[in-house]
């Protein structure tokens, strides 16, 4: 196996962009931070893979337009998939593996803002049995927080705190589109908004770009003075049909987690759009009490559609870059209910 | 103020999809008032049927028909439906589990608030009036106070004649934004003004800006207003009708390449007979009259010939 780092990562969030679906204008500038931190300039990169889905879009093919921000003139070497920008990370890392390209460029970008968020996923439901009726992701997430407080595996002070670690953490997060500490207290007296859900435990709809760069060995040492070293990488699929998996344990992390290895990590940032469902994979991934979760403030911050995955591996490798850590793991999901699972172990050492 | 314009889009289209006979046979017991789940290798019996045996991965055989009634495994409440939903007023989700399965099946609870759920409470599929094959066959569940739980599957599934396809009609609602750029030609539009943009790398102008240049991946920020004449670089024409056609075939539809643009843009061609367009053609815009100006590139009618000598090749060739 090759060695490949995580040497560059940049991002833009907000609640609502005022741009084209295709965010070619947050691309340019976030491209532009890969460039300076990397010293890469675009004609380094081998590589070029982005996630990101024309439903949220509203606009057929526009991860096509997207490439306008790369200037594909003369053409390079590109993919896409309709999955968080982390699958793209994936494919871009077999694709170093394969020993064809050092460098890649993984990107991911949406505007949820544009249309329903929440409806809009109800696409990637079952056709027959459960798109027609158009089950939301809230009231999907309001089922599965219920069937654990049901079985004793959370209740709701363990969600409130959750929610008020994230808040907190997130005050020192400038990305961070929601913020604010505040007591278990006061988030349990907040109203019950999809019972047993209440705002605060949903991730805001988000509008971003973001990017990371992945290097080969050498040219992983000269971008970056410590490069985090990808150490484990792998990701699992549950079945879709809610009633074919457990929905309170999450099988698809566990496996990804036993694959990339998690023993010796110290920092990790999980992907999990809903309190309870950080819950989940904490207990899937087996992560101990000492474990750091979410220093950046994870998706109950900010959760932009088809990048908030990427952003935690750019997150858990950037504890790495600045030293404050040795060893970290960058989580994403996909899917209805943490259907997909990847986890993406990284250190300072390879 | 928002720096871009933007209106309300809506993207429809049905889905129509064959449903092998195992969704089929699960949606022709609907249709025949029958809930069908399948048993699994391991002895459990799901609904709807999985496709292919979660651990064997043979397909699917042994139907069952399960009761019409069962459990409340769990609940949600939906304070704000969404369009399609089962109810366009506040109402519950939950995962039921019917009487003789062993995995719950997804639908809404009509319910008239949250106070009047909970986790085990009994409930039955209220059929919708009309049943033609799909799961919204199940109008939803309803409370079912009476009704005793009847451990026991029903038997072998009815033979049905099973459904052979659905249509999923999908509708979504967006506010589409142009990019700023666009935006600004747009604007520029509506001012009788063609608004173009000059790559800062490679000096190209590209009209309409695109936010970008593509060759370079700069942004494109400085701004050239563009003439309303140019050169036809190619063209065909439209002898085939198709669905929201505007014009009489046949047309001319050409790319403009407009005098100190680096790329053409399509527009109609007319006040010439359509075998007399042609490559290099010189062609100004015909304005619609100012009253009827909009933010959009229908303000320019068409292109006409300007009776100028044709542009010399050379002049587009790069262009083409």
């Not at chain 1, 526009?62 to 053409?75: E, H, K, Q, R, T």
């Not at chain 1, 969600?159 to 670690?165: E, H, K, P, Q």
């Not at chain 1, 003075?225 to 099988?251: M, Q």
């Not at chain 1, 993406?344 to 390879?350: E, L, N, R």
Request: aromatic share 8%; with cysteine.
């Amino acid at each position: 196996m090759r060695d490949v780092a995580v040497v560059g990562f940049a991002q833009r969030q907000m609640k609502e962009f005022d741009g084209s679906p295709t965010c070619v204008e947050l691309l340019v500038p976030v491209f532009r931070e890969c460039y300076e931190q990397t010293g890469f300039t675009r004609k380094d990169i081998g590589f070029w893979c982005s996630g990101s889905s024309d439903y949220l879009a509203g606009r057929s093919f526009s991860f096509v337009s997207a490439v306008d921000a790369i200037g594909a003139l003369p053409p390079v070497n590109e993919s896409h998939v309709e999955m968080d920008a982390a699958w793209a990370l994936y494919e871009a890392w077999l694709k170093i593996q394969t020993g064809e390209v050092d460098t890649a460029l993984v990107y991911g970008f949406g505007k949820a803002s544009a249309g329903v968020l929440r409806r809009t996923l109800a696409l990637q439901l079952d056709p027959y049995t459960m798109t027609p009726l158009w089950p939301d992701t809230v009231s999907l997430a309001g089922l599965q927080a219920r069937l654990g407080m049901d079985e004793g595996r959370w209740d709701e002070a363990a969600m409130a705190s959750v929610v008020a670690r994230s808040m907190a953490d997130a005050e020192d997060n400038p990305d961070a589109v929601r913020k604010g500490a505040r007591s278990v207290e006061e988030l349990l007296s907040a109203p019950m908004y999809a019972d047993p859900l209440r705002k605060h435990d949903c991730a805001p709809v988000t509008d971003g770009a973001a990017a990371i760069v992945l290097a080969a060995g050498d040219r992983a040492r000269e971008a970056c003075e410590r490069p985090a070293w990808i150490t484990g990488l792998a990701h699992h699929v549950d079945p879709l049909h809610l009633g074919s998996r457990p929905l309170t344990t999450s099988p698809s992390a566990s496996r990804a987690a036993s694959a990339a290895g998690v023993d010796g990590v110290e920092v990790t940032e999980l992907h999990a759009p809903f309190s309870h469902q950080e819950l989940v994979l904490r207990d899937a991934l087996r992560l101990g009490p000492d474990v750091r979760v979410n220093p950046s403030g994870g998706a109950l911050a900010a959760n932009p559609m088809f990048t908030a995955g990427l952003s935690r591996i750019g997150e858990a490798a950037r504890r790495i870059w600045q030293g404050d850590a040795d060893r970290t793991l960058g989580h994403a999901t996909s899917g209805p209910l943490l259907q997909q699972n990847l986890v993406c172990t990284m250190g300072a050492t390879t | 103020m928002a720096r871009t314009l933007s209106q309300p889009v809506t993207v429809a289209f049905d889905y129509t999809r064959s449903t092998g006979p195992v969704v089929g046979r699960f949606l022709g017991g609907l249709r025949d008032r029958a809930v069908v789940g399948a048993r699994t290798s391991t002895g459990e019996v799901v609904v709807p049927p999985p496709e292919f045996d979660p651990v064997t991965h043979e397909p699917t055989t042994d139907f069952v028909e399960v009761a019409p009634s069962g459990t409340v495994v769990s609940w949600t409440w939906t304070p704000e439906p969404v369009k399609g939903q089962p109810f366009d007023r506040p109402f519950a989700w939950a995962l039921v589990q019917l009487d003789g399965a062993d995995s719950p099946l997804l639908h809404a609870l009509d319910v008239a608030s949250p106070h009047a759920i909970e986790t085990g409470m009994r409930v039955r599929v209220r059929w919708a009036e009309e049943t033609v094959g799909a799961i919204t066959d199940i109008a939803c569940f309803e409370p079912d106070d009476d009704g005793p739980p009847t451990d026991a599957v029903r038997g072998a599934a009815p033979e049905g004649e099973a459904v052979t396809g659905v249509v999923t009609p999908v509708s979504l609602d967006y506010t589409y934004a142009a990019s700023p750029e666009e935006s600004s030609f747009y604007s520029g539009l509506a001012e009788g003004r063609i608004v173009g943009q000059r790559c800062p790398a490679c000096g190209k102008v590209y009209v309409p800006p695109r936010g970008a240049c593509p060759v370079d991946g700069v942004p494109t920020d400085e701004e050239v207003e563009l003439p309303d004449r140019g050169t036809v670089t190619t063209f065909c024409i439209v002898n085939v009708p198709f669905l929201g056609q505007r014009i009489q075939p046949p047309y001319v539809s050409a790319y403009v390449l407009l005098d100190g643009a680096d790329i053409a843009i399509q527009h109609l061609i007319q006040e010439v007979p359509a075998d007399e367009v042609r490559m290099g053609m010189r062609v100004e815009a015909v304005w619609r009259p100012r009253e009827e100006w909009g933010t959009t590139i229908e303000n320019i009618a068409h292109f006409r010939p300007t009776g100028e000598p044709d542009a010399d090749y050379e002049t587009y060739r790069k262009h083409l």
